[in-house]
């Protein structure tokens, strides 16, 4: 039997010390990146606990939508909610906005 342990781990050690070993550090930096982004990724949509938002534009990471924005407002928004819906979100800076473009539904949303 103590000679099966030596057989089955001496391959390993063969393996460790030959040529292969200049990639085991790389592979395992991928591998892991990888794994981390799948479980950040499951573990931050599964949650059931927040509101679905309304549709919106996508927006860059750190100014939200402020670059495409003109300067008339209203007019923008009455072009995205032709594009999205009465209710759209957005995103100024890191802080997301949420426009209802319909009197009859901002009558309804309030206390």
């Not at 100014?63 to 594009?83: C, Q, S, T, W």
């Amino acid at each position: 039997m103590e000679e099966l342990n030596n057989q089955g781990s001496s391959w390993w050690w063969e393996l460790s010390g030959s040529n292969h070993d200049h990639l085991t550090l790389p592979l395992a930096t991928i591998l892991a990146m990888i794994f981390s982004i799948l479980w950040w990724r499951w573990n931050s949509s599964g949650s059931s606990s927040t509101p679905s938002l309304p549709p919106g534009p996508l927006s860059l990471s750190i100014v939200g939508y402020l670059p495409f924005l003109r300067r008339d407002l209203h007019k923008e928004f009455h072009n995205m909610a032709h594009i999205y819906g009465p209710i759209f979100k957005f995103h100024l800076g890191s802080k997301l906005h949420v426009v209802i473009n319909t009197p009859d539904i901002v009558k309804g949303s309030g206390p």
